[in-house]
């Protein structure tokens, strides 16, 4: 039980202070074009959904004469300034690619390092394969940052094609450099300069580590082997459906929920439905690309008992939906939402389902009331088994961070990590013994709940062991 809890909460600190480890979803998509640097082959990126990282999309190979040579099914994305590294090698067949934020090291692909000949995926690194770093510790990032330190951002704009970089004064030539080749690649190798500015350098032949080298004793050679090979990248607003409900209506006009609706025998009605409390609802979540000419590619479906899903894919199998929201430069387009809710026909029994729902819910809560334990996440019974369990499983790094801030109120700033963690999985949200022991003191919401820990917490690391004492008498039971 405990070793998925602290891996949980490990997770939450990898990354920088109060964000956590996840997918980060953007207004606009980047289609990155990257040049080798001997200017004879490009490759050409186009991604097919808005999440960073992701493998949706398709990469096309290039050589300078515009001729496709071959085409790698994903794609490459967040190449630019202080994000991740795409280079394609003077042979045309290299590709390196570098993940700085949210690297994935469970899915190849998606590991910190992955490097490709060609269309095969030949090697990929983890960071923890590259540095020498401990989590618990220290906070480990794959490469030196010093673009915010060094760039004066107000007169630079690394989202404009074509912008130049204008640095600060009084900024050494060794801290220009870094600001560009903290990360490149020659032909025969990649180079990895960490935050400690040790290089790393990692053989494309080879795919082993050979040497791992303090900046200052390479910098000499560095700056006379390192090339960036020219990039070129355009910005478009993420697309989506004129629709309200974010996924594509039918070819013909129909609206796409309603006619589903009708095929399996529900009423549907919008995801933002007045009645919902009313009603029993239920929902579907949907995986599909959907081409420009219409057609869908149904990666998964699921959707909530009794609802048919047979049937409803079957449904969305036999149309062809509206594109016209695709810009010319994409040829699909990823979608995981489905804003619509289904329910019976029959508004009586729509409201008695709605009602041995309710009721099954409420017994539901009622069980988790008194569980020690919740998802296999051990549930603490008061304030001070609250810092006890945070003890236990935040690593030395959180906690030294935590320590170094000017006072309670900042521990804010893990409202949407460290706290989220708490709300979810402490059952502040659904039910459980601790949500009980706070609310038998006043205390309802789950973000002032959460908060409260956060806030005590930071007394508690301070040697105010008697904070949760000091809690219970300033909020005792109440009758």
């Known amino acids: 039980m405990l070793m998925k809890l602290s891996f949980s909460i490990i997770i939450l600190f990898l990354l920088p202070l ?75 067949k290299t590709i390196v690619y570098v993940i700085i934020i949210n690297a994935n090291e469970s899915i190849d692909g998606l590991k910190s390092v992955s490097i490709y000949k060609k269309t095969k995926l030949v090697k990929s690194f983890t960071l923890q394969q590259i540095i020498n770093c401990d989590p618990q510790n220290v906070r480990c990032n794959l490469d030196y940052r010093n673009y915010d330190k060094v760039v004066d951002m107000q007169k630079s704009n690394d989202y404009i094609p074509g912008s130049k970089k204008v640095f600060r004064d009084n900024v050494s030539n060794e801290e220009k450099f870094l600001s560009d080749y903290t990360i490149f690649t020659t032909s025969n190798s990649l180079y990895i300069t960490d935050p400690q500015k040790i290089v790393h350098i990692i053989d494309l032949n080879t795919y082993a580590i050979t040497a791992n080298i303090n900046f200052n004793d390479i910098y000499p050679n560095l700056k006379n082997i390192a090339k960036k090979g020219v990039r070129d990248f355009q910005l478009i607003d993420t697309p989506y459906p004129k629709d309200n409900s974010f996924f594509p209506n039918l070819k013909n006009g129909d609206t796409t929920g309603y006619e589903l609706g009708k095929y399996i025998g529900m009423k549907a ?48 199998n036999s149309h062809l939906y509206n594109v016209d929201f695709l810009p010319p430069e994409l040829d699909k387009w990823y979608f995981h939402d489905f804003f619509w809710l289904f329910r019976n026909i ?106 409260t820990i956060l806030e005590d917490y930071y007394d508690w690391l301070n040697n105010k062991k008697e904070v949760w004492k000091e809690f219970e008498t300033k909020h005792p039971v109440k009758n």
């Open 269 to 316: 009605v919008r995801f933002n439905n007045r009645e919902y409390l009313k009603y029993r609802y239920y929902q579907i979540h949907i995986q599909a690309y959907i081409s420009k000419n219409g057609k869908i590619d149904i990666i998964n479906i699921d959707a909530d008992k009794p609802l048919p899903v047979d049937r409803i894919r079957t449904f969305f």
């Open 18 to 92: 109060y964000i956590t480890k996840a997918q980060t979803v953007n207004s606009k998509i980047r289609i990155t074009e990257v040049y080798s640097p001997n200017g004879n082959f490009y490759i050409k990126s186009i991604p097919y959904d808005n999440e960073e990282p992701s493998l949706k999309g398709k990469s096309f190979v290039y050589n300078k004469q515009g001729k496709l040579l071959y085409t790698l099914n994903r794609g490459f994305n967040n190449i630019r300034n202080a994000g991740n590294f795409l280079s394609i090698g003077d042979d045309g």
């Open 346 to 451: 029959s508004d009586e029994e729509a409201i008695r389902e709605k009602s041995e729902y309710d009721k099954q819910q409420q017994l539901e809560r009622e069980r988790r009331l008194t569980l020690d334990s919740i998802n296999h996440v051990y549930i603490p019974k008061n304030l001070e088994d609250c810092f006890v369990q945070l003890d236990k499983q935040l690593p030395k790094v959180a906690k030294t961070e935590m320590l170094s801030l000017k006072g309670k109120d900042d521990m804010i700033l893990y409202h949407l990590s460290l706290g989220m963690w708490m709300r979810n999985n402490w059952g502040l949200h659904g039910g459980s013994r601790l949500l009980v022991y706070f609310k038998n003191r006043g205390f309802s919401d789950p973000e002032d709940i959460s908060g």
